[in-house]
């Protein structure tokens, strides 16, 4: 059973960036497309960016061109590069298989806020 563990989440102001890190267990990790998703206060889950085990890349449209998504198949992580944040992406962060596989790990808060 692959684990995951998010880690890079703090308190950044507008306009501040952040790198959020998986990490998964498990040789399979990498033969999945791997997701970033975000929950906030009162709202469901959502994906914002997905690669692909080859690195093909799709984000939400709210974080394109802010956001960045890659892989490391070696060492099965995931990362997220979150430039030019802003108050709305405030949310805890998640990372799963597309569609969600693995169990859900603990996530890492994201607030953004001045």
């Known amino acids: 059973q692959v684990q995951l563990v998010e880690s890079g989440g703090g308190l950044v102001q507008p306009g501040g960036s952040l790198r959020l890190s998986c990490a998964g267990s498990?040789?399979?990790?990498?033969?999945?497309?791997m997701g970033w998703y975000r929950q906030a206060p009162g709202q469901q889950r959502e994906l914002v960016a997905r690669?692909?085990?080859?690195?093909?890349?799709t984000y939400k449209d709210s974080v394109k061109g802010r956001f960045t998504i890659s892989r490391d198949n070696n060492k099965n992580t995931v990362h997220l590069q979150m430039n030019s944040l802003k108050p709305e992406d405030t949310a805890v962060y998640y990372c799963?298989?597309?569609?969600?596989?693995?169990?859900w790990g603990q996530g890492t808060q994201v607030t953004v806020s001045s």
């Open positions: 690669i692909s085990n080859g690195g093909w890349v």
């Open positions: 799963n298989a597309v569609p969600e596989y693995f169990a």
């Open positions: 498990g040789s399979i990790f990498s033969a999945y497309v």
